[in-house]
């Protein structure tokens, strides 16, 4: 003798199809999920730091902050060393996207630089520790060591006119006349 099925059984060819459309679902999601080549970031945040490090660190005759690999530096420090700023830099980059939206209408990686300028300038006053945290990270990674991901081609050091420090174990050096031995 059949029993009668309750309505939340589910019968095996309805069990198939709904497997199916939440497979496609699930396709369909992952294939327009934004691939980063970012450590920590999306391409959203990267874009919108870009944009905050180049207002403290702009193009002149020397590379800008982003030019000088500034970003790829935070990015490896904020997975690593500096991991207890992450959710600062999340909720940071997002206020000022909110910033650009509310004084110039658009985020801030499409506004102009007088536009940054201003939004950049408003952050230094309404979020201070956000700005300074940006600011030294920024400062970090043009002025500091190319190993750690920053000061591509050491541009900053070139730009203050010192010669890059020998690294300890690749070269001799004679530190009484300043040259190789």
Aim: glycine share 8%; charged share 20%; proline share 4%.
């Amino acid at each position: 003798m059949r029993t009668k099925q309750t309505s939340t059984a589910f019968s095996r060819r309805t069990f198939i199809k709904m497997s199916a459309i939440a497979g496609a679902a699930l396709a369909s999601g992952c294939a327009t999920h934004q691939r980063s080549n970012w450590e920590f970031f999306t391409e959203d945040e990267a874009a919108t730091l870009t944009a905050i490090c180049d207002q403290i660190i702009p193009a002149d005759d020397f590379p800008s902050a982003s030019q000088a690999g500034v970003l790829n530096y935070i990015d490896k420090q904020i997975t690593r060393h500096y991991r207890r700023h992450q959710r600062a830099y999340r909720k940071g980059l997002g206020r000022a996207n909110q910033v650009s939206q509310q004084q110039c209408g658009k985020i801030l990686a499409v506004a102009t630089p007088a536009e940054q300028f201003h939004v950049v300038a408003s952050l230094e006053n309404s979020d201070k520790p956000f700005f300074e945290l940006v600011r030294s990270h920024t400062f970090e990674g043009y002025y500091g060591s190319p190993r750690h991901g920053g000061n591509r081609n050491a541009v900053s050091w070139r730009m203050l006119g010192l010669d890059e420090p020998p690294i300890r174990g690749r070269s001799l050096y004679d530190l009484k006349k300043g040259t190789p031995s």
